[in-house]
Protein backbone atom coordinates (compact mmCIF):
# COMPACT_ATOMS: atom_id res chain seq x y z
CA UNK A 1 0.00 0.00 0.00
CA UNK A 2 1.19 3.66 -0.33
CA UNK A 3 1.75 5.59 2.21
CA UNK A 4 -0.92 8.57 3.30
CA UNK A 5 1.47 11.86 2.63
CA UNK A 6 0.11 14.83 4.90
CA UNK A 7 3.14 17.19 4.01
CA UNK A 8 5.26 17.56 0.96
CA UNK A 9 7.75 14.57 0.32
CA UNK A 10 10.79 15.04 1.68
CA UNK A 11 13.65 16.74 -0.64
CA UNK A 12 17.11 15.47 -0.75
CA UNK A 13 20.52 15.93 -2.02
CA UNK A 14 21.41 12.78 -3.19
CA UNK A 15 19.67 9.22 -3.32
CA UNK A 16 21.78 5.96 -3.81
CA UNK A 17 20.56 2.76 -4.72
CA UNK A 18 22.37 0.14 -3.27
CA UNK A 19 23.99 -0.88 0.39
CA UNK A 20 26.73 -2.56 -1.27
CA UNK A 21 30.66 -1.64 -1.11
CA UNK A 22 30.49 1.46 -3.91
CA UNK A 23 26.51 2.32 -2.56
CA UNK A 24 27.69 3.20 1.18
CA UNK A 25 31.12 4.88 -0.22
CA UNK A 26 29.30 7.39 -2.23
CA UNK A 27 26.70 7.73 0.34
CA UNK A 28 29.48 8.71 2.81
CA UNK A 29 31.37 10.63 0.97
CA UNK A 30 28.62 12.82 -0.18
CA UNK A 31 27.48 13.12 3.54
CA UNK A 32 30.67 14.13 4.21
CA UNK A 33 30.91 16.87 1.65
CA UNK A 34 27.67 18.34 3.50
CA UNK A 35 24.82 16.50 1.49
CA UNK A 36 21.40 15.42 2.11
CA UNK A 37 22.08 11.77 1.84
CA UNK A 38 19.40 8.82 1.47
CA UNK A 39 20.74 5.21 1.06
CA UNK A 40 18.13 2.58 0.73
CA UNK A 41 19.01 -1.71 0.35
CA UNK A 42 16.72 -3.82 -0.95
CA UNK A 43 18.03 -6.14 1.41
CA UNK A 44 20.63 -6.05 3.89
CA UNK A 45 23.59 -4.35 3.64
CA UNK A 46 26.63 -6.22 1.78
CA UNK A 47 23.75 -8.81 1.42
CA UNK A 48 25.01 -9.33 -3.00
CA UNK A 49 28.24 -9.33 -4.05
CA UNK A 50 30.28 -7.59 -1.56
CA UNK A 51 29.98 -10.05 1.01
CA UNK A 52 31.12 -12.85 -1.17
CA UNK A 53 34.76 -11.80 -2.61
CA UNK A 54 38.00 -13.75 -1.74
CA UNK A 55 38.15 -10.81 1.14
CA UNK A 56 41.30 -9.53 0.10
CA UNK A 57 42.18 -5.53 -0.50
CA UNK A 58 44.90 -5.81 -3.46
CA UNK A 59 46.29 -4.26 -5.98
CA UNK A 60 45.54 -7.12 -8.22
CA UNK A 61 48.88 -9.09 -9.01
CA UNK A 62 47.36 -10.89 -12.37
CA UNK A 63 46.07 -7.44 -13.78
CA UNK A 64 49.87 -6.93 -14.92
CA UNK A 65 49.67 -9.39 -17.33
CA UNK A 66 47.08 -7.40 -19.16
CA UNK A 67 48.60 -4.13 -19.24
CA UNK A 68 46.44 -2.78 -16.26
CA UNK A 69 48.81 -0.66 -15.30
CA UNK A 70 46.60 1.99 -14.31
CA UNK A 71 44.08 0.16 -12.17
CA UNK A 72 47.13 -1.72 -10.16
CA UNK A 73 48.79 1.24 -9.18
CA UNK A 74 45.60 3.25 -8.22
CA UNK A 75 44.43 -0.19 -6.12
CA UNK A 76 48.24 -0.27 -4.37
CA UNK A 77 47.48 3.20 -3.19
CA UNK A 78 44.51 2.08 -1.73
CA UNK A 79 45.32 -0.75 -0.03
CA UNK A 80 47.46 1.68 2.15
CA UNK A 81 45.02 4.44 2.95
CA UNK A 82 42.67 1.03 3.53
CA UNK A 83 44.59 -0.58 5.83
CA UNK A 84 45.49 2.40 7.81
CA UNK A 85 41.42 3.88 8.43
CA UNK A 86 40.23 0.23 9.25
CA UNK A 87 43.42 -1.63 10.67
CA UNK A 88 41.22 -3.74 12.87
CA UNK A 89 39.06 -5.08 9.71
CA UNK A 90 42.12 -5.10 7.42
CA UNK A 91 45.33 -7.03 7.81
CA UNK A 92 48.83 -6.99 5.64
CA UNK A 93 48.52 -10.58 4.83
CA UNK A 94 51.66 -12.36 3.04
CA UNK A 95 51.25 -14.27 -0.46
CA UNK A 96 53.56 -17.47 -1.11
CA UNK A 97 53.66 -18.45 -4.45
CA UNK A 98 54.81 -22.00 -5.57
CA UNK A 99 56.55 -22.82 -8.77
CA UNK A 100 55.42 -25.74 -10.48
CA UNK A 101 56.77 -26.56 -14.12
CA UNK A 102 53.39 -25.31 -15.37
CA UNK A 103 53.78 -22.20 -13.73
CA UNK A 104 54.70 -18.71 -15.19
CA UNK A 105 58.48 -18.82 -15.70
CA UNK A 106 60.48 -17.14 -12.91
CA UNK A 107 61.89 -14.36 -15.05
CA UNK A 108 58.17 -13.49 -15.71
CA UNK A 109 56.97 -13.25 -11.99
CA UNK A 110 60.03 -11.77 -10.72
CA UNK A 111 59.98 -8.72 -13.36
CA UNK A 112 56.23 -8.88 -12.31
CA UNK A 113 56.49 -8.20 -8.62
CA UNK A 114 59.47 -6.00 -9.44
CA UNK A 115 56.57 -3.55 -10.88
CA UNK A 116 54.05 -4.41 -8.02
CA UNK A 117 56.54 -3.02 -5.46
CA UNK A 118 57.41 -0.22 -7.64
CA UNK A 119 53.86 1.10 -8.12
CA UNK A 120 53.52 0.75 -4.83
CA UNK A 121 55.58 2.85 -2.87
CA UNK A 122 54.19 1.68 -0.10
CA UNK A 123 54.70 2.52 3.77
CA UNK A 124 53.12 -0.28 4.85
CA UNK A 125 53.96 -3.42 2.78
CA UNK A 126 56.66 -5.72 2.77
CA UNK A 127 58.60 -5.75 -0.71
CA UNK A 128 58.59 -9.17 -2.45
CA UNK A 129 61.39 -11.43 -2.39
CA UNK A 130 62.64 -15.05 -3.62
CA UNK A 131 61.85 -17.97 -1.46
CA UNK A 132 62.34 -21.99 -0.79
CA UNK A 133 60.29 -24.07 0.66
CA UNK A 134 62.08 -26.80 3.31
CA UNK A 135 60.67 -29.81 4.39
CA UNK A 136 57.92 -28.18 6.87
CA UNK A 137 56.26 -26.85 4.49
CA UNK A 138 52.88 -27.49 3.57
CA UNK A 139 53.76 -28.30 0.46
CA UNK A 140 54.00 -30.95 -1.68
CA UNK A 141 58.11 -32.27 -1.52
CA UNK A 142 58.20 -32.03 -5.50
CA UNK A 143 58.03 -27.87 -4.75
CA UNK A 144 61.09 -26.17 -3.63
CA UNK A 145 61.12 -22.77 -5.17
CA UNK A 146 58.82 -19.57 -5.65
CA UNK A 147 58.18 -16.22 -4.38
CA UNK A 148 56.67 -13.77 -1.30
CA UNK A 149 54.43 -11.04 -1.91
CA UNK A 150 52.41 -8.57 0.18
CA UNK A 151 48.70 -7.74 0.02
CA UNK A 152 45.73 -7.62 2.75
CA UNK A 153 42.65 -9.64 3.86
CA UNK A 154 39.72 -7.66 4.70
CA UNK A 155 36.25 -8.63 6.15
CA UNK A 156 34.34 -7.42 3.17
CA UNK A 157 31.21 -7.03 4.96
CA UNK A 158 32.28 -5.37 8.28
CA UNK A 159 34.01 -2.80 5.33
CA UNK A 160 30.26 -2.29 3.66
CA UNK A 161 28.74 -1.71 7.42
CA UNK A 162 31.31 0.89 8.66
CA UNK A 163 31.16 2.85 5.57
CA UNK A 164 27.31 2.54 5.72
CA UNK A 165 27.96 3.91 9.81
CA UNK A 166 30.21 6.65 8.53
CA UNK A 167 27.68 8.09 6.35
CA UNK A 168 24.92 7.71 8.73
CA UNK A 169 27.26 10.07 11.25
CA UNK A 170 27.11 12.44 8.91
CA UNK A 171 23.72 12.33 8.78
CA UNK A 172 23.01 9.94 5.80
CA UNK A 173 19.80 8.58 6.31
CA UNK A 174 20.41 4.62 5.60
CA UNK A 175 17.50 2.36 5.08
CA UNK A 176 17.88 -1.86 4.63
CA UNK A 177 15.19 -4.00 3.57
CA UNK A 178 13.95 -0.92 1.45
CA UNK A 179 13.61 -1.25 -2.42
CA UNK A 180 13.14 1.72 -5.47
CA UNK A 181 10.13 0.72 -7.18
CA UNK A 182 9.10 3.64 -9.57
CA UNK A 183 11.18 6.98 -10.86
CA UNK A 184 10.17 9.65 -13.13
CA UNK A 185 11.46 13.03 -13.94
CA UNK A 186 10.01 15.93 -12.01
CA UNK A 187 10.18 19.43 -11.91
CA UNK A 188 14.02 20.09 -10.86
CA UNK A 189 14.07 16.53 -8.90
CA UNK A 190 13.58 12.99 -9.46
CA UNK A 191 10.45 12.03 -7.87
CA UNK A 192 11.28 8.74 -6.35
CA UNK A 193 9.09 5.52 -4.93
CA UNK A 194 10.21 3.53 -2.24
CA UNK A 195 8.73 0.45 -0.36
CA UNK A 196 9.83 -0.90 3.10
CA UNK A 197 9.81 -4.57 2.43
CA UNK A 198 8.31 -5.63 5.88
CA UNK A 199 5.37 -3.53 5.86
CA UNK A 200 4.80 -2.83 2.17
CA UNK A 201 4.11 0.84 2.54
CA UNK A 202 5.26 3.12 0.31
CA UNK A 203 6.91 6.46 0.55
CA UNK A 204 7.68 9.03 -2.44
CA UNK A 205 10.84 11.30 -1.98
CA UNK A 206 12.31 13.55 -4.17
CA UNK A 207 15.81 13.34 -4.86
CA UNK A 208 18.02 15.98 -6.61
CA UNK A 209 20.06 13.50 -8.10
CA UNK A 210 20.71 9.54 -8.13
CA UNK A 211 23.34 7.54 -8.18
CA UNK A 212 22.57 3.67 -9.35
CA UNK A 213 24.80 1.31 -7.35
CA UNK A 214 22.75 -1.79 -7.27
CA UNK A 215 26.07 -3.87 -8.64
CA UNK A 216 24.46 -6.51 -10.56
CA UNK A 217 21.38 -5.31 -10.61
CA UNK A 218 22.65 -2.34 -11.78
CA UNK A 219 21.10 -2.71 -15.56
CA UNK A 220 18.40 -4.80 -14.46
CA UNK A 221 17.11 -2.12 -12.55
CA UNK A 222 17.29 0.50 -14.87
CA UNK A 223 15.49 -1.46 -17.71
CA UNK A 224 12.78 -2.41 -14.70
CA UNK A 225 12.06 1.80 -13.86
CA UNK A 226 12.62 3.26 -17.28
CA UNK A 227 11.00 0.58 -18.92
CA UNK A 228 13.52 0.14 -21.61
CA UNK A 229 16.87 -1.87 -22.31
CA UNK A 230 20.00 0.63 -21.24
CA UNK A 231 22.78 1.50 -23.68
CA UNK A 232 25.08 -0.16 -21.38
CA UNK A 233 24.64 -3.98 -20.03
CA UNK A 234 26.88 -5.76 -17.64
CA UNK A 235 28.79 -8.53 -18.15
CA UNK A 236 27.90 -10.38 -15.51
CA UNK A 237 31.17 -13.22 -14.11
CA UNK A 238 30.37 -15.99 -11.19
CA UNK A 239 33.19 -16.26 -8.69
CA UNK A 240 32.86 -19.46 -6.42
CA UNK A 241 34.64 -19.80 -2.97
CA UNK A 242 34.90 -23.11 -1.11
CA UNK A 243 36.09 -23.13 3.01
CA UNK A 244 37.57 -26.18 3.87
CA UNK A 245 39.59 -27.17 7.33
CA UNK A 246 42.47 -25.40 7.73
CA UNK A 247 45.12 -26.52 5.30
CA UNK A 248 48.23 -25.26 6.69
CA UNK A 249 49.29 -24.04 10.43
CA UNK A 250 51.08 -20.86 9.12
CA UNK A 251 49.63 -17.41 8.79
CA UNK A 252 50.34 -17.00 5.03
CA UNK A 253 48.31 -17.25 2.22
CA UNK A 254 48.91 -19.24 -1.03
CA UNK A 255 48.82 -17.77 -4.72
CA UNK A 256 48.44 -21.27 -6.56
CA UNK A 257 49.13 -21.17 -10.29
CA UNK A 258 46.85 -23.51 -12.60
CA UNK A 259 47.90 -25.17 -16.36
CA UNK A 260 44.62 -22.83 -17.66
CA UNK A 261 46.45 -19.32 -16.94
CA UNK A 262 44.42 -18.94 -13.80
CA UNK A 263 45.36 -18.09 -10.30
CA UNK A 264 43.78 -19.75 -7.31
CA UNK A 265 43.80 -18.00 -3.51
CA UNK A 266 43.83 -20.04 -0.75
CA UNK A 267 44.13 -17.65 2.25
CA UNK A 268 43.63 -18.43 6.24
CA UNK A 269 40.17 -17.86 7.41
CA UNK A 270 39.10 -17.08 10.58
CA UNK A 271 41.44 -19.15 12.79
CA UNK A 272 40.18 -22.93 11.88
CA UNK A 273 39.43 -22.59 8.07
CA UNK A 274 41.03 -22.17 4.64
CA UNK A 275 39.22 -20.17 2.11
CA UNK A 276 40.04 -21.56 -1.55
CA UNK A 277 38.73 -19.03 -4.60
CA UNK A 278 38.21 -17.97 -6.63
CA UNK A 279 36.08 -19.27 -10.30
CA UNK A 280 35.43 -17.26 -13.00
CA UNK A 281 32.78 -18.14 -15.36
CA UNK A 282 29.61 -15.92 -16.88
CA UNK A 283 26.59 -15.97 -15.20
CA UNK A 284 22.82 -15.68 -16.54
CA UNK A 285 20.95 -17.03 -13.95
CA UNK A 286 18.85 -15.97 -11.70
CA UNK A 287 20.61 -13.04 -9.35
CA UNK A 288 18.86 -14.19 -6.22
CA UNK A 289 19.56 -17.64 -6.55
CA UNK A 290 22.92 -17.76 -7.45
CA UNK A 291 24.82 -20.99 -5.93
CA UNK A 292 28.57 -23.04 -7.02
CA UNK A 293 27.97 -25.90 -9.17
CA UNK A 294 29.70 -29.35 -8.31
CA UNK A 295 32.47 -28.74 -11.12
CA UNK A 296 33.41 -25.70 -9.40
CA UNK A 297 34.14 -27.26 -6.37
CA UNK A 298 35.90 -30.21 -8.40
CA UNK A 299 38.16 -27.38 -9.70
CA UNK A 300 39.08 -25.61 -6.56
CA UNK A 301 39.93 -29.12 -5.04
CA UNK A 302 42.20 -30.53 -7.91
CA UNK A 303 44.03 -27.37 -7.67
CA UNK A 304 44.63 -27.03 -3.97
CA UNK A 305 45.45 -30.83 -4.08
CA UNK A 306 48.04 -30.16 -7.09
CA UNK A 307 50.06 -28.30 -4.55
CA UNK A 308 49.44 -29.09 -1.07
CA UNK A 309 50.45 -32.48 1.20
CA UNK A 310 47.03 -32.78 2.54
CA UNK A 311 44.92 -33.77 0.03
CA UNK A 312 41.33 -32.21 0.16
CA UNK A 313 38.19 -34.21 -1.28
CA UNK A 314 34.46 -33.16 -1.25
CA UNK A 315 33.97 -34.20 1.91
CA UNK A 316 35.90 -31.79 3.62
CA UNK A 317 33.64 -28.80 2.22
CA UNK A 318 32.13 -27.00 4.87
CA UNK A 319 30.91 -24.07 3.32
CA UNK A 320 30.67 -22.37 -0.12
CA UNK A 321 29.43 -18.82 -1.58
CA UNK A 322 29.08 -17.68 -5.12
CA UNK A 323 29.03 -14.04 -5.78
CA UNK A 324 28.72 -12.17 -9.28
CA UNK A 325 30.73 -9.89 -10.25
CA UNK A 326 29.04 -6.88 -12.83
CA UNK A 327 31.54 -6.27 -15.20
CA UNK A 328 32.06 -3.65 -17.67
CA UNK A 329 30.76 -5.44 -21.01
CA UNK A 330 33.96 -5.89 -23.59
CA UNK A 331 32.82 -8.16 -26.33
CA UNK A 332 34.91 -10.59 -27.38
CA UNK A 333 36.98 -10.77 -24.43
CA UNK A 334 37.04 -13.88 -22.54
CA UNK A 335 35.77 -13.31 -18.78
CA UNK A 336 39.26 -13.79 -16.72
CA UNK A 337 40.20 -10.82 -19.28
CA UNK A 338 37.50 -8.26 -18.83
CA UNK A 339 38.57 -5.23 -17.08
CA UNK A 340 38.00 -5.23 -12.68
CA UNK A 341 38.24 -1.23 -13.43
CA UNK A 342 35.00 0.86 -12.91
CA UNK A 343 32.88 2.53 -15.08
CA UNK A 344 30.53 5.69 -14.47
CA UNK A 345 27.34 6.14 -16.71
CA UNK A 346 25.77 9.14 -16.82
CA UNK A 347 21.94 8.83 -17.65
CA UNK A 348 20.34 10.41 -20.71
CA UNK A 349 18.16 12.78 -18.85
CA UNK A 350 17.94 16.30 -17.96
CA UNK A 351 18.73 15.35 -14.05
CA UNK A 352 21.56 13.77 -12.51
CA UNK A 353 21.32 10.02 -12.77
CA UNK A 354 24.81 8.30 -12.52
CA UNK A 355 24.91 4.36 -12.56
CA UNK A 356 27.76 2.47 -11.63
CA UNK A 357 29.14 -0.33 -13.69
CA UNK A 358 32.41 -3.00 -12.67
CA UNK A 359 34.56 -1.84 -9.78
CA UNK A 360 36.41 -3.57 -7.07
CA UNK A 361 36.22 -3.71 -3.06
CA UNK A 362 40.17 -2.10 -3.02
CA UNK A 363 38.73 1.41 -5.00
CA UNK A 364 35.54 1.68 -4.01
CA UNK A 365 36.92 5.02 -2.27
CA UNK A 366 38.41 6.36 -5.27
CA UNK A 367 35.59 5.68 -7.49
CA UNK A 368 33.32 7.62 -4.97
CA UNK A 369 35.31 10.83 -5.12
CA UNK A 370 35.01 10.43 -9.07
CA UNK A 371 31.25 10.16 -8.43
CA UNK A 372 31.26 13.27 -6.47
CA UNK A 373 33.53 14.88 -8.77
CA UNK A 374 30.91 14.04 -11.31
CA UNK A 375 27.71 15.24 -9.23
CA UNK A 376 30.27 18.79 -8.76
CA UNK A 377 28.16 21.00 -10.98
CA UNK A 378 24.61 20.04 -9.65
CA UNK A 379 26.63 20.54 -6.40
CA UNK A 380 29.03 23.72 -6.51
CA UNK A 381 28.54 24.54 -2.78
CA UNK A 382 29.73 20.58 -1.59
CA UNK A 383 32.21 20.26 0.84
CA UNK A 384 35.99 19.04 -0.27
CA UNK A 385 37.02 14.88 -0.54
CA UNK A 386 37.40 14.10 2.86
CA UNK A 387 37.92 10.24 2.88
CA UNK A 388 41.44 9.82 2.25
CA UNK A 389 42.57 10.51 5.96
CA UNK A 390 39.55 9.44 7.46
CA UNK A 391 39.54 6.65 9.70
CA UNK A 392 36.20 3.96 9.60
CA UNK A 393 34.27 3.48 12.43
CA UNK A 394 36.43 1.40 15.03
CA UNK A 395 39.86 2.26 13.25
CA UNK A 396 40.53 5.34 15.27
CA UNK A 397 43.05 4.02 17.83
CA UNK A 398 44.63 7.06 18.51
CA UNK A 399 41.20 8.99 20.35
CA UNK A 400 40.97 6.44 22.30
CA UNK A 401 44.55 6.91 23.76
CA UNK A 402 44.35 10.48 24.38
CA UNK A 403 45.03 11.10 28.09
CA UNK A 404 45.07 7.59 28.74
CA UNK A 405 47.79 5.21 29.68
CA UNK A 406 48.06 1.37 29.53
CA UNK A 407 48.49 -0.81 32.13
CA UNK A 408 50.99 -3.73 30.62
CA UNK A 409 50.86 -7.30 31.97
CA UNK A 410 54.51 -6.71 33.16
CA UNK A 411 53.82 -3.95 35.58
CA UNK A 412 55.31 -1.35 33.27
CA UNK A 413 52.84 1.88 31.75
CA UNK A 414 53.85 2.31 28.68
CA UNK A 415 51.57 5.28 26.06
CA UNK A 416 49.85 3.30 23.79
CA UNK A 417 49.91 4.32 19.46
CA UNK A 418 47.79 4.98 17.12
CA UNK A 419 47.13 1.68 15.04
CA UNK A 420 48.52 -0.55 18.37
CA UNK A 421 46.08 -3.32 18.75
CA UNK A 422 48.09 -5.06 21.88
CA UNK A 423 47.59 -1.69 23.59
CA UNK A 424 43.98 -1.45 22.86
CA UNK A 425 43.39 -4.85 24.05
CA UNK A 426 45.42 -3.82 27.30
CA UNK A 427 43.34 -0.82 27.90
CA UNK A 428 40.27 -2.89 27.42
CA UNK A 429 41.32 -6.02 29.57
CA UNK A 430 42.21 -3.22 32.13
CA UNK A 431 38.77 -1.35 32.16
CA UNK A 432 36.46 -4.66 31.68
CA UNK A 433 39.02 -7.71 33.49
CA UNK A 434 35.92 -10.10 33.80
CA UNK A 435 35.85 -10.07 29.52
CA UNK A 436 36.77 -13.85 28.51
CA UNK A 437 40.10 -13.42 26.29
CA UNK A 438 38.84 -15.00 23.45
CA UNK A 439 35.45 -12.80 23.47
CA UNK A 440 37.50 -9.80 23.50
CA UNK A 441 39.63 -10.87 20.82
CA UNK A 442 36.72 -11.49 18.39
CA UNK A 443 35.17 -8.03 19.62
CA UNK A 444 38.57 -5.89 18.74
CA UNK A 445 38.70 -7.90 15.92
CA UNK A 446 35.15 -6.79 14.59
CA UNK A 447 34.62 -3.77 16.24
CA UNK A 448 37.79 -2.35 16.90
CA UNK A 449 37.71 0.93 19.22
CA UNK A 450 33.82 0.50 18.97
CA UNK A 451 34.50 -2.52 21.23
CA UNK A 452 34.23 0.29 24.16
CA UNK A 453 31.07 1.30 23.31
CA UNK A 454 29.56 -2.31 23.03
CA UNK A 455 30.71 -2.70 26.35
CA UNK A 456 29.48 0.15 27.20
CA UNK A 457 28.23 0.47 31.21
CA UNK A 458 28.58 -3.22 32.00
CA UNK A 459 30.69 -4.35 34.76
CA UNK A 460 30.51 -7.87 35.23
CA UNK A 461 30.22 -11.35 32.90
CA UNK A 462 26.02 -11.91 33.83
CA UNK A 463 26.01 -7.68 32.05
CA UNK A 464 26.28 -9.44 28.83
CA UNK A 465 22.99 -11.26 29.16
CA UNK A 466 21.81 -14.20 27.20
CA UNK A 467 24.20 -16.01 25.76
CA UNK A 468 22.77 -17.45 22.45
CA UNK A 469 25.74 -19.50 21.36
CA UNK A 470 29.35 -19.54 20.22
CA UNK A 471 30.31 -16.52 22.66
CA UNK A 472 27.45 -14.11 21.73
CA UNK A 473 25.42 -12.57 23.93
CA UNK A 474 21.99 -10.47 23.76
CA UNK A 475 24.28 -7.62 24.65
CA UNK A 476 26.11 -8.21 21.33
CA UNK A 477 22.96 -8.38 19.60
CA UNK A 478 21.41 -5.31 20.75
CA UNK A 479 24.23 -3.39 19.61
CA UNK A 480 24.05 -4.73 16.49
CA UNK A 481 20.39 -3.97 16.11
CA UNK A 482 20.86 -0.57 17.83
CA UNK A 483 24.29 0.66 15.32
CA UNK A 484 24.45 -1.43 12.80
CA UNK A 485 21.04 -2.24 11.32
CA UNK A 486 20.84 -5.76 12.12
CA UNK A 487 17.10 -7.43 11.54
CA UNK A 488 17.26 -11.36 11.42
CA UNK A 489 20.01 -14.02 12.08
CA UNK A 490 21.46 -14.17 8.74
CA UNK A 491 22.57 -10.59 8.72
CA UNK A 492 24.57 -11.04 12.31
CA UNK A 493 25.80 -14.62 11.41
CA UNK A 494 27.35 -13.62 8.28
CA UNK A 495 27.65 -10.25 7.32
CA UNK A 496 27.88 -8.37 11.20
CA UNK A 497 30.10 -11.30 12.21
CA UNK A 498 31.41 -14.48 11.40
CA UNK A 499 29.88 -16.91 13.13
CA UNK A 500 27.44 -18.28 10.75
CA UNK A 501 30.10 -21.42 10.66
CA UNK A 502 29.06 -22.41 14.69
CA UNK A 503 25.64 -22.02 14.67
CA UNK A 504 23.07 -24.88 14.03
CA UNK A 505 19.33 -24.41 12.60
CA UNK A 506 17.88 -24.26 16.59
CA UNK A 507 20.64 -21.89 17.56
CA UNK A 508 20.17 -19.54 14.88
CA UNK A 509 15.90 -19.76 15.21
CA UNK A 510 16.95 -18.72 18.69
CA UNK A 511 18.73 -16.02 17.67
CA UNK A 512 15.72 -14.96 14.90
CA UNK A 513 13.32 -15.47 18.04
CA UNK A 514 15.17 -13.55 20.31
CA UNK A 515 15.98 -10.51 17.36
CA UNK A 516 12.18 -10.40 16.57
CA UNK A 517 11.54 -9.27 19.90
CA UNK A 518 14.12 -7.19 20.85
CA UNK A 519 13.25 -5.16 17.62
CA UNK A 520 9.53 -5.16 18.44
CA UNK A 521 10.36 -3.88 22.36
CA UNK A 522 11.70 -1.13 20.34
CA UNK A 523 9.42 -0.32 18.12
Not at 213 to 237: C, H, M, N
Not at 384 to 406: D, E, M, Q
Request: hydrophobic fraction near 40%.
Amino acid sequence: MTEALTKSPHTVDLLVIGGGINGVGVAADAAGRGLSVILVEKGDLASGTSSWSTKLIHGGLRYLEFYEFGLVRKALLERDVLTKAAPHIIRPLAFNIPQLPISRPAWMLRAGLFLYDFLAKSSVFKHSRAIRFGDDSPLNATITKGFEYWDAQVDDSRLVVLNAQQAARHGADVRTYTECVALEEGDGHWIVTLREASSGIEQIVHAKAIVNAAGPWVARLLEKLFAKKPPLDTRLVKGSHIVVPRLHSGDQAFMLQHSDGRVIFVIPYLDDYSLIGTTEAEFDGVLETVHIDEDEIAYLIEVANGYFKRQLSRDDVISTYSGVRPLIDEEGKDATKVSRDYHLEPHQSALPLISIYGGKVTTYRTLAEDVMRALAPKFPKMGAPWTKLAPLPGGNYSALFVGKKVELESGGEAKASAEDEAALSALLSAQAPWLQVSLLKRWLQTYGTETQTLIGNASSASDLGVHLGAGLYSREVDYLIAHEWARNADDILWRRTKLGYLFDERAKSVLDDYITNARGAVA
